[in-house]
């Protein structure tokens, strides 16, 4: 154990945290996406929903302030009429990490998939809220 760092994050998040360089991205998935299929690396946070890791990665996680958007979600699709209130959580938990943070990208679903291919890591969440994925673009820390 270490003090002042969430329990949520494990071992293996906290060094993919701080392998992670800047511009690389990190997606935080809910439970009904292809992660396994999709992940260069793979981080299992089973029993765990998006928010509470969403908040403990934004502790340690510096946002890259030299891009427009550096948090996308994916978007919904054409004619679906999901509720996304968790957006707004997300929102909140940003705004309270005292990181640059004006609004999301949206991403369409495809394109999101792509993405998540190409990022460093997905974390894989239990999740159940629908279009509940995330990715994070991973800034520079400034002493």
Same mark, same amino acid.
Request: proline share 6%; aromatic share 8%.
């Given at each position: 154990?270490?003090?002042?760092?969430?329990?949520?994050?494990?071992?293996?998040?906290?060094?993919?945290?701080?392998?992670?360089?800047?511009?690389?991205?990190?997606?935080?998935?809910?439970?009904?996406?292809?992660?396994?299929?999709?992940?260069?690396?793979?981080?299992?946070?089973?029993?765990?929903?998006?928010?509470? $890791?969403?908040?403990?990665?934004?502790? +340690?996680?510096?946002?890259? &302030?030299?891009? /427009?958007?550096? #948090?996308?979600?994916?978007?919904?699709?054409?004619?679906?009429?999901?509720?996304?209130?968790?957006?707004?959580?997300?929102?909140?938990?940003?705004?309270?990490?005292?990181?640059?943070?004006?609004?999301?990208?949206?991403?369409?679903?495809?394109?999101?998939?792509?993405?998540?291919?190409?990022?460093?890591?997905? $974390?894989?969440?239990?999740?159940?809220? +629908?279009?509940?994925?995330? &990715?994070?673009? /991973?800034?520079? #820390?400034?002493?």
């Amino acid at each position: 154990m270490l003090k002042n760092i969430s329990s949520i994050l494990s071992p293996e998040l906290l060094k993919v945290l701080m392998e992670m360089g800047h511009g690389d991205e990190i997606v935080i998935a809910d439970g009904n996406f292809p992660a396994a299929s999709i992940a260069q690396r793979l981080i299992r946070a089973d029993g765990h929903s998006v928010p509470p $890791i969403l908040e403990a990665v934004l502790k +340690l996680f510096p946002l890259d &302030i030299y891009v /427009k958007k550096p #948090v996308a979600l994916m978007q919904l699709v054409p004619g679906d009429t999901v509720k996304t209130p968790i957006w707004e959580e997300y929102r909140s938990i940003i705004k309270a990490s005292g990181e640059k943070f004006d609004d999301f990208e949206n991403v369409e679903r495809f394109a999101f998939y792509e993405r998540a291919r190409k990022a460093y890591a997905v $974390i894989a969440t239990s999740e159940s809220a +629908l279009y509940a994925n995330i &990715i994070l673009k /991973k800034g520079v #820390v400034v002493s």
